[in-house]
């Protein structure tokens, strides 16, 4: 069994700390599981050019098994005054069935899959 050191484990929290927000997972007002990531990454760190992802996108592996892809074409900070934010999701099944979903959150009952590792791609619009 691999045993993480202490600097280990301190970059995998700063990691999701920076690419998801200190609490992705929360619960609404009824009680419900919702996914509000909530980012806190500089403008530098966003593609320049379409590479392995597309130009202006930002992508990181969440919970082991979900590639997470931020698209920001305004290429700002996602933090202060003036960052963007989450307005649309698009969730992609390992079969690769797609749904979108407009707003700055996932909710319930959609969220406990995304924990769950259900989707195999969240993409992210940033604005």
């Given at each position: 069994?691999?045993?993480?050191?202490?600097?280990?484990?301190?970059?995998?929290?700063?990691?999701?700390?920076?690419?998801?927000?200190?609490?992705?997972?929360?619960?609404?007002?009824?009680?419900?599981?919702?996914?509000?990531?909530?980012?806190?990454?500089?403008?530098?760190l966003?593609?320049?050019?379409?590479?392995?992802?597309?130009?202006?996108?930002?992508?990181?592996?969440?919970?082991?098994?979900?590639l997470?892809?931020?698209?920001?074409?305004?290429?700002?900070?996602?933090?202060?005054?003036?960052?963007?934010?989450?307005?649309?999701?698009?969730?992609?099944?390992?079969?690769?069935?797609?749904?979108?979903?407009?707003?700055?959150?996932?909710?319930?009952?959609?969220?406990?899959?995304?924990?769950?590792?259900?989707?195999?791609?969240?993409?992210?619009?940033?604005?």
């Amino acid at each position: 069994m691999a045993r993480l050191t202490g600097s280990t484990t301190e970059f995998l929290t700063m990691r999701l700390l920076l690419c998801a927000g200190e609490r992705p997972f929360r619960l609404d007002e009824k009680g419900g599981l919702i996914f509000e990531p909530k980012p806190i990454l500089p403008a530098w760190l966003f593609t320049k050019e379409e590479a392995a992802f597309p130009k202006d996108s930002f992508a990181f592996s969440f919970l082991g098994s979900t590639l997470i892809v931020y698209h920001n074409p305004r290429r700002r900070d996602t933090f202060g005054k003036k960052g963007v934010k989450p307005v649309s999701f698009i969730l992609t099944k390992k079969s690769r069935e797609e749904t979108t979903l407009k707003g700055s959150i996932i909710p319930a009952p959609v969220a406990a899959k995304v924990r769950g590792g259900f989707y195999d791609r969240i993409d992210v619009v940033l604005s």
